[in-house]
């Protein structure tokens, strides 16, 4: 599945104005882009360069630089590819992380995060109402037989039994169909 905000196509399959390439069916991975509806994937230009071992490499450059480079839109199919999402984040955000995200110790105002929440109501989460199917449940069961539980070797600290412990003092629990109800 292409992401249409990315890279938009008529129904016909040619271009919207403001896209990277007029001929998107020539572009690499284009067939596999169009096939593939368990990701999303990305039109990504192609600018490389050559690291001093003679490795290439893309060239990190945020949207603005490309553009006054003249590399962003109206490409020859050859200098672009259709890359995922996951794949194209990687190349952008690699390393910048902690102090090296321009966010980094920065918090939202109280007026930007009630934007965020206005503008987040009424939207429906992504996974409401959609349910493994038995062959994707028997995948995971699959994957984690025979591997020891995840929190097995670190075992809780004294500090964390203390506060678990006050936390439960003078409460009480049965069970109530199948499930324990405290009181």
Partial sequence: MINENKFKLKKDGTCCKLTYCTHPELIENYEKAIADTTQVWECHHRLETHTSDGERRLVDLTREELIALGVYYDR?????IFI???????????????????????HHSEETKKKISEANKGQIPWIKGKHLSEEAKKKISESRMNKPHPHKGHPMTEETKRKMSAATKGKHWKLVDGKRVWY
Avoid: D
């Fill in 76 to 80: 020859p199919p050859e200098e672009l």
């Fill in 84 to 106: 995922t999402t996951k794949e194209h984040n990687s190349l952008h955000w690699k390393g910048k992380t902690g102090e090296l995200n321009s966010f980094y110790g920065k």
